[in-house]
């Protein structure tokens, strides 16, 4: 009898999850009841239209509700005389226009006893569907449900930093998923997969290659292929971007220089631009690494990046497409604050962008590390779109072994406020354009996809991809809702466990920064590489690529002072932020290494010293892996054994490298404190010299 349980239980929940489904699993509801009801309001889907973006709406509802209920349901051309099904329609009055972005919303609304999906737009048709999809896989009634919704952010987009060689920087999921040498013939039905995950999202741009380009891409035998990856994406409402190498000038057309002001340059880019479009009409634009980590860019020839943004504007000519100029940029010699670096370049040139160019900021002033204050370019160019660009690949944040979900960082940084007009002026609203009322808007998310079968490695990192889709289209959502919506699509509609893994995804980016970098530490990880610590690093590249350069120990004490007495870097915010970080005494605990040098023996809001509330913090972060664990373990019985054996090897590791960076950094900065591990904590049991031996392991060529 239990052996005939267990067969019924692995049989209804069908072969074993290997992950390729993301949220998009549509296996049949378990609760018969509530299927039911579904199955009334969902006989059939109707749509009349015959645009391609229409007819994936009607072909995912149809598989979705087909898969997820159970029961046939035909796309057919009419309503139906008894209703009772889900009607697509196009209808330039469901949105009203002065909405921002109404053209991509949606509204649901009951109307002769059918559910109708109304927008201006197939997109935004699309959209509605998978609103429909989303509201029956967690479990929310049709019947009398009534929605309006529209995207806040315009260009809401995935940024892939994929090679041509295949390899992706930064990514931790496998080879990139474009297949160059299968392409244009070969179409990997996994692009399809990918085109449906971004939609149903709400995601509506990719950005297919790597900010670091290769000029491959702008060649007669690459364009073919990226014209054929946009036909994937086009049915799915979603336009393709390239990231491009200023240099293409000199590499593909044989020029002396890249100079933007030099007419034979403009030339030979508007003709590129011109040739693009002929291969891809509804190309979305451009990408731009300029002047940064040794990029060619305008700077060479003594332009600045508005001239090099603005020749490309004008190259787009008449043609729908935008220049995303990327402000991640930092100066060759690498002796100030790199703190400031992108704000000096940038906020000058407010006011002098082509109204094409978006300039891209990401969301805090270093680069990706676990917590950051919002990056100081927020609400200092007003006159400038400026699109937030996160990160959802985990360079800094323990690769695809450690579990980060990302939805909190997001939106720590919408939320934070600018003071740019007054109290309010949030991060959010000057990306949505509303603070300073531009239309052109953006967000991008670096890619954590790649080929391996679970498109993420960490099965948990889909929740990164998923929570920023859905913040991408609305930013006030809650991250700690959207976690529990995608472990509800994703994992199991069981209640308890998808309330423990909400717990664990919730937590897991404060645990993370806890045992990495607690109370505002910064850029204190493995050289290159980018992972484990190494906060002794004295010796690199550059020194703001060391670890001392961040956190500035000394015998005194710890942090990087940022104020008037220090680098000044605070006085590029607002006063009212100044207020809230200038001072050690009030400055929010989070952040008080990123403006401050401390003394070790300084007591701290919290009672407990500088040395000792570091050693609490690494201490109590290491342990709290256990934690994350045991949320893990709660959900067994509901999860899939295999997904659930390898996000458990993952904790495991987890805690292991925990236990590595407490050890670590809690015996680096105690040679320079000079202070015991306070108790209850015990010492490491290891010593520095073990642990740095450890790390060399990880440098080695
Ligand atoms: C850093 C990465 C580097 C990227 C760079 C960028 O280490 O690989 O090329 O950002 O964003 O985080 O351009």
Redesign the pocket.
């Given at each position: 009898m239990f052996l005939l349980l267990v067969f019924v239980a692995a049989a209804h929940r069908g072969v074993a999850d290997d992950g390729y489904r993301l949220w998009l699993k549509y296996d049949r509801l378990a609760d018969a009841g509530q299927c039911a009801q579904y199955q009334r309001a969902a006989r059939f889907v109707a749509t009349t239209g015959t645009d391609p973006v229409l007819r994936t709406a009607a072909a995912e509802l149809q598989r979705g509700l087909q898969g997820l209920l159970g029961q046939p349901v035909p796309v057919q051309a009419s309503m139906g005389a008894l209703g009772g099904g889900i009607v697509l329609k196009l209808d330039r009055t469901a949105i009203d226009a002065s909405t921002p972005n109404a053209a991509e919303g949606y509204r649901i609304y009951s109307e002769k006893n059918n559910l109708v999906v109304a927008s201006p737009s197939a997109a935004g048709v699309l959209y509605g569907a998978y609103a429909v999809l989303r509201r029956v896989q967690t479990g929310g009634a049709l019947a009398g449900w009534a929605v309006r919704s529209a995207p806040r952010i315009g260009h809401r987009m995935i940024n892939h930093?994929d090679n041509p060689n295949g390899t992706v920087?930064?990514g931790y999921a496998g080879s990139s998923i474009w297949k160059w040498d299968e392409l244009p013939q070969r179409l990997d039905p996994r692009y399809t997969d990918y085109a449906r995950a971004n939609a149903s999202i709400g995601l509506n741009g990719v950005v297919i290659n790597?900010?670091?380009a290769s000029a491959r891409y702008l060649t007669p035998d690459y364009l073919p292929k990226v014209a054929a990856l946009a036909g994937v994406m086009r049915p799915y409402g979603i336009r393709v971007y390239l990231s491009v190498f200023w240099a293409a000038p000199k590499v593909l057309g044989g020029l002396p220089t890249a100079d933007p002001l030099d007419p034979a340059v403009q030339r030979w880019w508007a003709a590129k631009t011109d040739e693009i479009y002929r291969a891809i009409p509804d190309f979305g634009g451009f990408l731009v690494?300029a002047n940064?980590?040794g990029e060619p860019g305008p700077q060479d020839y003594q332009r600045t990046h508005a001239d090099g943004a603005n020749m490309l504007a004008k190259a787009l000519g008449a043609h729908d497409g935008v220049v995303m100029w990327?402000a991640?940029v930092y100066k060759a010699d690498g002796s100030g604050d790199r703190f400031k670096e992108a704000y000096q370049d940038f906020q000058p040139l407010d006011g002098k962008f082509d109204p094409k160019v978006l300039v891209q900021v990401?969301n805090g002033p270093i680069?990706?590390q676990a917590r950051e204050p919002f990056h100081p370019l927020f609400g200092a160019m007003p006159r400038t779109p400026l699109v937030l660009e996160v990160?959802l690949t985990q360079?800094?944040l323990g690769f695809a072994t450690h579990a980060v979900y990302l939805g909190p960082l997001i939106k720590e940084c919408l939320e934070a406020d600018t003071y740019a007009q007054g109290p309010g002026s949030t991060v959010a609203k000057v990306v949505d354009g509303s603070l300073d009322r531009h239309a052109q808007t953006g967000i991008a998310g670096?890619a954590n996809i790649g080929s391996v079968r679970n498109w993420t490695g960490h099965p948990l990192g889909q929740a990164n991809w998923y929570a920023f889709g859905r913040l991408a289209w609305d930013h006030t959502l809650d991250p700690g809702a959207l976690a529990t919506e995608w472990a509800r699509m994703s994992l199991t509609t069981n209640a308890a466990a998808v309330r423990s893994i909400t717990a664990l995804l919730d937590q897991s980016r404060s645990i993370y920064v806890r045992y990495t970098t607690p109370l505002g530490l910064h850029h204190i990880m493995g050289e290159s590489i980018?992972y484990g610590p190494q906060p002794w690093l004295a010796k690199a590249g550059r020194p703001d690529w060391t670890a001392v350069y961040y956190h500035r120990g000394d015998s005194l004490g710890l942090g990087f002072d940022r104020t008037a007495t220090g680098s000044n870097a605070l006085a590029l915010y607002r006063p009212a932020v100044q207020q809230q970080w200038g001072s050690a005494a009030t400055c929010p605990l989070d952040y008080l290494l990123w403006f401050h040098h401390v003394g070790w023996q300084q007591p701290l809001r919290t009672g407990r010293t500088l040395w000792n509330e570091l050693c609490y913090r690494y201490y109590t972060g290491a342990d709290s892996v256990a934690w994350l664990q045991k949320q893990w373990a709660a959900a067994r019985p509901a999860l899939d054994a295999e997904v659930y054996a390898d996000v458990a090897a993952r904790l495991q590791i987890q805690q292991q490298e925990a236990y590595w960076w407490r050890d670590a950094c809690v015996l680096y900065f105690q040679t320079l404190a000079r202070q015991p591990v306070p108790g209850p904590f015990a010492p490491p049991t290891r010593t520095l010299a073990d642990i740095k031996r450890q790390v060399q392991v990880y440098q080695l060529k």
């Amino acid at each position: 009898m239990f052996l005939l349980l267990v067969f019924v239980a692995a049989a209804h929940r069908g072969v074993a999850d290997d992950g390729y489904r993301l949220w998009l699993k549509y296996d049949r509801l378990a609760d018969a009841g509530q299927c039911a009801q579904y199955q009334r309001a969902a006989r059939f889907v109707a749509t009349t239209g015959t645009d391609p973006v229409l007819r994936t709406a009607a072909a995912e509802l149809q598989r979705g509700l087909q898969g997820l209920l159970g029961q046939p349901v035909p796309v057919q051309a009419s309503m139906g005389a008894l209703g009772g099904g889900i009607v697509l329609k196009l209808d330039r009055t469901a949105i009203d226009a002065s909405t921002p972005n109404a053209a991509e919303g949606y509204r649901i609304y009951s109307e002769k006893n059918n559910l109708v999906v109304a927008s201006p737009s197939a997109a935004g048709v699309l959209y509605g569907a998978y609103a429909v999809l989303r509201r029956v896989q967690t479990g929310g009634a049709l019947a009398g449900w009534a929605v309006r919704s529209a995207p806040r952010i315009g260009h809401r987009m995935i940024n892939h930093w994929d090679n041509p060689n295949g390899t992706v920087e930064r990514g931790y999921a496998g080879s990139s998923i474009w297949k160059w040498d299968e392409l244009p013939q070969r179409l990997d039905p996994r692009y399809t997969d990918y085109a449906r995950a971004n939609a149903s999202i709400g995601l509506n741009g990719v950005v297919i290659n790597n900010v670091n380009a290769s000029a491959r891409y702008l060649t007669p035998d690459y364009l073919p292929k990226v014209a054929a990856l946009a036909g994937v994406m086009r049915p799915y409402g979603i336009r393709v971007y390239l990231s491009v190498f200023w240099a293409a000038p000199k590499v593909l057309g044989g020029l002396p220089t890249a100079d933007p002001l030099d007419p034979a340059v403009q030339r030979w880019w508007a003709a590129k631009t011109d040739e693009i479009y002929r291969a891809i009409p509804d190309f979305g634009g451009f990408l731009v690494k300029a002047n940064s980590e040794g990029e060619p860019g305008p700077q060479d020839y003594q332009r600045t990046h508005a001239d090099g943004a603005n020749m490309l504007a004008k190259a787009l000519g008449a043609h729908d497409g935008v220049v995303m100029w990327r402000a991640f940029v930092y100066k060759a010699d690498g002796s100030g604050d790199r703190f400031k670096e992108a704000y000096q370049d940038f906020q000058p040139l407010d006011g002098k962008f082509d109204p094409k160019v978006l300039v891209q900021v990401k969301n805090g002033p270093i680069d990706f590390q676990a917590r950051e204050p919002f990056h100081p370019l927020f609400g200092a160019m007003p006159r400038t779109p400026l699109v937030l660009e996160v990160q959802l690949t985990q360079e800094y944040l323990g690769f695809a072994t450690h579990a980060v979900y990302l939805g909190p960082l997001i939106k720590e940084c919408l939320e934070a406020d600018t003071y740019a007009q007054g109290p309010g002026s949030t991060v959010a609203k000057v990306v949505d354009g509303s603070l300073d009322r531009h239309a052109q808007t953006g967000i991008a998310g670096v890619a954590n996809i790649g080929s391996v079968r679970n498109w993420t490695g960490h099965p948990l990192g889909q929740a990164n991809w998923y929570a920023f889709g859905r913040l991408a289209w609305d930013h006030t959502l809650d991250p700690g809702a959207l976690a529990t919506e995608w472990a509800r699509m994703s994992l199991t509609t069981n209640a308890a466990a998808v309330r423990s893994i909400t717990a664990l995804l919730d937590q897991s980016r404060s645990i993370y920064v806890r045992y990495t970098t607690p109370l505002g530490l910064h850029h204190i990880m493995g050289e290159s590489i980018h992972y484990g610590p190494q906060p002794w690093l004295a010796k690199a590249g550059r020194p703001d690529w060391t670890a001392v350069y961040y956190h500035r120990g000394d015998s005194l004490g710890l942090g990087f002072d940022r104020t008037a007495t220090g680098s000044n870097a605070l006085a590029l915010y607002r006063p009212a932020v100044q207020q809230q970080w200038g001072s050690a005494a009030t400055c929010p605990l989070d952040y008080l290494l990123w403006f401050h040098h401390v003394g070790w023996q300084q007591p701290l809001r919290t009672g407990r010293t500088l040395w000792n509330e570091l050693c609490y913090r690494y201490y109590t972060g290491a342990d709290s892996v256990a934690w994350l664990q045991k949320q893990w373990a709660a959900a067994r019985p509901a999860l899939d054994a295999e997904v659930y054996a390898d996000v458990a090897a993952r904790l495991q590791i987890q805690q292991q490298e925990a236990y590595w960076w407490r050890d670590a950094c809690v015996l680096y900065f105690q040679t320079l404190a000079r202070q015991p591990v306070p108790g209850p904590f015990a010492p490491p049991t290891r010593t520095l010299a073990d642990i740095k031996r450890q790390v060399q392991v990880y440098q080695l060529k």
